[in-house]
């Protein structure tokens, strides 16, 4: 016996690649319905053999469904999860809206998939941010291990975290700058990022930093432990899809390279490419499509006691977003729901 799915906002992005991860990995979906703005209404979507076509999830009842991955912004969050809820569909959310409410689990299910427990007292999930999924993948298992005190972490961010709207303007901008006469001011973004890179993603905050890197400090916090220190700097890059980030971690307990190395060998979700030669390390460029985080350049810090520098890759469409909600979803099949 499988689960009646519903995936919100099926034509962007994420929502497309909900679809396509639900179909690859086999969830048992007995039913499945697509939903969109009115604008969006009747589009076809694609969920393995099926073309679903999209439903008003303005008049939408949820009645009766199981699971409902939200692939929307907040405002539209914040209008129907509950009324998904309020019916018994448990909600796997994909924006910030819920992410920083105690009351609603924050999950990697690598990482703390025992939150999903905590799922019932709202019917509503929260998955992390793109930036904070891939990374906490990566640190769990050392924390395991040696208990990370602070982590330092650069990112090198992908458009597609910004959206179609984004990767439309990295596409414009570059065949604008090869075409007289054609080049795209910014629109999204604040300034060119055809062949330039931007330390600036979200809204800024009043101690100087962005929401993006306050909200890698606030999600790996709730996710992996509260006294962990984090500080970040977001920055994004002319890339279509995947994330890329330095990390540099100062632990409590002794651990050396070699050691991590073989750590992260044998976590879940993660595929060590890390030979010290030329090319022996994963770009975003080779992530795409994949589920793994891929961690390379690990390596001794030498200016600290106890330091680890590594290189983290995911496509951050998946592992940031689908991939992530799909896996929670299981989680709850397995856990909460028994039904599939």
């Known amino acids: 016996m499988g689960y009646k799915i519903v995936v919100v906002g099926a034509t962007g992005n994420v929502g497309r690649e909900m679809l396509n991860i639900l179909a690859e990995r086999q969830f048992p979906v007995d039913e499945i319905a697509v939903l969109a703005s009115r604008k969006s209404l009747g589009t076809e979507c694609s969920f393995g053999d099926l073309t679903p076509k999209t439903q008003d999830l303005d008049t939408f009842d949820f009645t009766g469904w199981d699971i409902a991955l939200f692939a929307v912004g907040s405002e539209a969050t914040a209008k129907y999860a509950p009324r998904a809820a309020k019916v018994g569909c448990i909600v796997i959310d994909n924006s910030s809206l819920y992410r920083y409410d105690p009351l609603v689990p924050l999950i990697v299910p690598e990482v703390n998939a025992d939150a999903i427990m905590d799922c019932t007292k709202k019917n509503i999930i929260a998955n992390p941010n793109c930036s904070t999924a891939q990374m906490v993948v990566a640190l769990k298992p050392l924390h395991d291990r040696a208990r ?111 050691e991590a190395r073989e750590i992260l060998r044998a976590a879940p979700g993660i595929l060590v490419v890390d030979k010290h030669e030329d090319g022996g390390y994963t770009t975003p460029a080779e992530c795409v499509g994949e589920y793994a985080t891929f961690i390379s350049r690990i390596r001794q810090d030498p200016t600290i006691d106890n330091g680890i520098n590594l290189w983290c890759v995911s496509d951050n469409l998946r592992k940031g977003a689908a991939l992530n909600a799909v896996q929670i979803a299981e989680v709850l099949g397995q856990r909460v729901l028994k039904k599939g």
């Open 148 to 258: 990370i005190k602070r982590v330092v972490v650069s990112t090198y961010q992908s458009v597609s975290g910004g959206g179609k709207a984004a990767m439309d303007e990295l596409w414009n901008q570059t065949r604008g700058m090869f075409v007289p006469g054609q080049e795209v001011a910014p629109s999204k973004f604040t300034k060119q990022i055809a062949f330039n890179v931007i330390p600036h993603i979200d809204v800024f905050m009043e101690d100087g930093q962005t929401k993006e890197e306050w909200k890698m400090a606030a999600e790996t916090k709730k996710i992996l432990d509260p006294k962990i220190k984090v500080t970040a700097t977001c920055v994004r890059v002319p890339v279509f899809v995947g994330h890329a980030e330095a990390i540099n971690i100062e632990f409590e307990d002794d651990l050396d390279a070699e």
